[in-house]
């Protein structure tokens, strides 16, 4: 058996110990004669697998007790249509700050429900920042604000949380989430699609304020009204049964490496070393400001896009997978998500620092 350091931007990397714990428990879940694939959602087996991985979701962010978890389909694009489907029920208006190109998308997507304005933007420098607090324009009157929190793409993070004073903030977390400790109070809405932290695709959390949770807009699709999804314990219809069952295997992993603190500080490590090296590359550069920089989406280039082929193709040959770009980018991409051992990280060091010397 051979694994590669796979940097793919999602899905992702999942922890070893997590895959070797399915395989292990694939033919037969604790005595139950089945894989968790093949067991009813309603049945009594199945109903723990669930309600212990809302519990330890819980556990490791520390979501407050009037929160509530959904367990959804649709990835984080759904979410696009979902969130103002159903928050935008008050005055109507949003707030949505684009600084990459999923924001971009839930800026557009949410257009069709209701009057959305744009509270801030760096598409004029190519989205290599995040717009300050103080280049907001916010409307106290919306029914929330929306971010994203990671820039996938782009590789920049938001290092603060924006002040909306009493307008909740609506955040994706997709490529961030369990990455770090977050104060979830400060939140309104939290969405997350789970293929890059949490497990594997299909699977995407939300977790949302009780006060938020409501009637939606009248035409709402029954799945996608977070009050119904609350009120069925995100089981409406048949949830993502396996991926919420990885993601309670993966949520054991977390607290088997401290939690988001030990996740944290392990994570800082890997983009410390990676940055440390790009800041002092005559080859490679970062595409964004450093003070915006992404710990888990860390973008570069050399200096043509010819070496950036080159590179490309001596890294995968190397074992180094999914370092392209996006197209919307060009370059390399690193995604160092929580399971990217730092091992992989000093390998990749180490293979761009041949890869310097012979080419510069
Ligand atoms: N938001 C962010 C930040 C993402 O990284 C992605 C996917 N890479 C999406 C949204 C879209 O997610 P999905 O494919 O789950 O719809």
Redesign the pocket.
């Known amino acids: 058996m051979t694994r590669i350091f796979n940097f793919s931007?999602?899905p992702s990397m999942l922890p070893v110990p997590v895959l070797e714990r399915a395989a292990a428990e694939m033919l037969d879940y604790e005595g139950s004669g089945m894989s968790v694939m093949e067991m009813s959602h309603r049945s009594k087996v199945y109903d723990k697998i669930i309600k212990d991985t809302e519990a330890k979701l819980r556990e490791v962010m520390g979501i407050p007790e009037n929160y509530k978890v959904l367990f959804l389909q649709g990835?984080?694009?759904l979410q696009f249509a979902m969130v103002p489907m159903n928050l935008l029920v008050k005055s109507g208006k949003a707030d949505y700050v684009v600084s990459g190109s999923?924001s971009g998308k839930a800026y557009k997507e949410a257009q069709k429900y209701g009057k959305i304005s744009l509270a801030g933007t760096s598409k004029a420098d190519n989205f290599n920042h995040i717009p300050k607090q103080e280049e907001l324009t916010l409307d106290p009157e919306a029914d929330y604000v929306h971010i994203?929190h990671?820039n996938?793409i782009y590789g920049t993070t938001f290092k603060y949380i924006p002040e909306t004073g009493n307008v909740p903030l609506v955040s994706?977390m997709?490529?961030c989430i369990l990455s770090e400790p977050v104060d979830v109070s400060k939140f309104g809405l939290i969405y997350a699609?789970a293929?890059k932290n949490m497990g594997p695709a299909g699977l995407?959390v939300v977790i949302i304020r009780e006060d938020l949770v409501g009637e939606p807009q009248p035409l709402t699709p029954v799945m996608m009204n977070y009050q119904e999804m609350v009120a069925n314990d995100s089981m409406y219809n048949t949830p993502p049964t396996y991926a919420i069952y990885i993601l309670g295997l993966v949520l054991d992993w977390v607290k088997d490496m401290g939690g988001l603190e030990g996740l944290k500080a392990n994570n800082e490590k890997k983009a410390n070393l990676l940055y440390d090296y790009l800041d002092s590359s005559k080859i490679f550069k970062t595409t964004v400001l450093k003070e915006d920089r992404s710990m888990m989406n860390v973008t570069f280039r050399t200096e043509t896009p010819e070496l950036d082929d080159a590179f490309v193709k001596e890294a995968t040959a190397k074992g180094f997978s999914n370092l392209k770009g996006h197209r919307a980018v060009g370059g390399m991409r690193a995604s160092i998500y929580n399971a990217m051992p730092v091992e992989g990280v000093q390998a990749l060091v180490d293979f761009m620092k041949e890869f310097e010397a012979k080419h510069s």
């Open positions: 931007a999602g990835g984080a694009t999923f994203c990671n996938t994706d997709s490529s699609g293929q995407t």
